[in-house]
């Protein structure tokens, strides 16, 4: 990579959007977690097909995840600690856009079990899914503030 100011200022500009579409993605896939659940353990028809639709949004973003990463590669030819960043950002995406798939597979399931009241396991559903939120979220807290312990330390 070229050391002049402004190549590294470019380059630190694309890191920080592609840490912010990162950002963004997890916070939709918390979001679609969360409001599946919900929609199962409410049996919810409507806000399962909310989360069918938005679940397009995390798709797109992830697309345009792997789009700048390629350009990013291509034109600034990052190494070392950047090029791992650049990498653990495409990887991250994969995972949040593959969260977002369970999610959806959960509010796709909503309508058919609209008539089966008082199934026992989902009265756990709800923990399970805050319990995962809450490791996805400080999963992505410890990418965006750079911290490879918080990222494998358990909560």
């Known amino acids: 990579m070229a050391t002049s100011g402004h190549t590294v200022k470019a ?10 579409m990162v950002a963004e993605m997890g916070g939709l896939a ?11 353990t409410r049996r919810d ?15 797109e ?9 390629v350009r990013l590669i291509a ?6 600690d950047d090029l791992r960043e650049v990498i653990a950002a495409l990887k991250i995406a994969g995972v949040i856009e593959r969260i977002g798939d369970y999610a959806k597979n959960i509010a796709k399931r909503v309508p058919l079990l ?8 989902l009265a756990i559903l709800p923990s399970m899914a ?12 410890a990418f965006a503030a750079r ?9």
């Open 61 to 69: 973003i992830e697309h345009e995840v792997e789009r700048r990463v």
């Open 75 to 80: 034109l600034r030819a990052p190494l070392a």
């Open 130 to 141: 805050r319990a995962a939120s809450e490791m996805v979220h400080d999963v992505l807290n």
């Open 114 to 121: 609209q008539d089966m009241r008082g199934i026992e396991p």
């Open 30 to 40: 918390e979001a679609a977690i969360d409001g599946a659940v919900q929609a199962l």
């Open 45 to 59: 028809t409507e806000a399962a097909a909310r989360i069918v639709q938005h679940d397009k949004r995390i798709d």
């Open 147 to 155: 911290d490879p312990e918080g990222a494998c330390s358990p909560t």
């Open 11 to 20: 380059f630190d500009e694309d890191l920080g959007e592609l840490r912010a």
